[in-house]
């Protein structure tokens, strides 16, 4: 697969807490229109560097750029036009329909009292379209299922419309057929939208089989693996930091 320039850039960064480094320093490109799966052992720092990357953790030190602009620079209106972040955890909004939380995904772009325009129907109605949420649209979140449920979060962050998205964890909860469909998906959309999507996971063989790049975060170092070209070296790495055979 031909590479783009990278939209995702850590430059010199080193994360941790008092007495204890999580990363050594790194410089790192994470490509543009492709799927990257973040593994490592629980505690290595993996939601430390989602959440530095998403803004929400400032105890780092180094750059973070996205389209070229330094993150924590940016007002919390610009980081939410530069990436969209997706949590584990299961939303709770009673009462509103998926189309409705699709629709907080165009808030950066709304007037001061989140009015849609047409265009903004057009975005949020085909980003339902690209996870094949269509025909749920008019349905409660509360009535669907947990994989129903995260497709219509990962439409909202599409119809954020930004360069980056980041997912923690994003299968979990989910039975294993669903976590494939779901990472092939994401995958999928990565690769036709031209976006950098981020995902952490703790399912190494999903990461392998599905992510077009895998970054390993073991012994404080942020290593860049490629499945696609090089599966063997990348299952070796992996085997070699978590110390099983795959």
Not at 153 to 182: C, G, H, K, N, W
Not at 194 to 209: C, M, P, R, V, Y
Not at 225 to 242: K, N, Q, R, S, Y
Request: proline share 4%; aromatic share 4%; charged share 25%.
């Amino acid at each position: 697969m031909e590479e783009k320039e990278s939209i995702l850039q850590l430059k010199g960064f080193t994360a941790g807490y008092t007495g204890r480094t999580l990363i050594d320093p790194v410089d790192l490109d994470f490509p543009s229109s492709r799927l990257t799966a973040l593994i490592g052992r629980n505690g290595t720092g993996k939601s430390t560097l989602l959440r530095a990357i998403a803004g929400l953790n400032e105890k780092y030190s180094g750059e973070i750029l996205i389209s070229g602009k330094e993150i924590s620079a940016q007002t919390s209106e610009e980081k939410s036009r530069l990436l969209a972040f997706v949590n584990t955890e299961r939303p709770r909004i009673a009462d509103m329909t998926c189309r409705d939380v699709v629709g907080i995904g165009r808030a950066p772009y709304t007037d001061w009292i989140g009015r849609l325009t047409e265009n903004d129907d057009k975005i949020v109605g085909l980003a339902l379209d690209q996870v094949g949420m269509s025909g749920y649209a008019d349905r409660r979140l509360a009535t669907l299922s947990d994989g129903e449920c995260q497709r219509v979060m990962i439409a909202r962050a599409l119809a954020q419309d930004t360069p980056v998205v980041l997912l923690d964890e994003p299968t979990s909860f989910l039975d294993m057929p669903s976590r494939y469909e779901l990472v092939a998906l994401l995958r999928n959309l990565a690769r036709e939208s031209g976006k950098t999507i981020l995902f952490s996971t703790h399912e190494l063989d999903i990461a392998l089989q599905r992510s077009d790049r895998i970054v390993l975060l073991a012994d404080c170092r942020l290593r860049m693996l490629d499945p696609v070209v090089d599966p063997e070296a990348a299952a070796a790495e992996i085997e070699d930091a978590f110390g099983m055979s795959l």
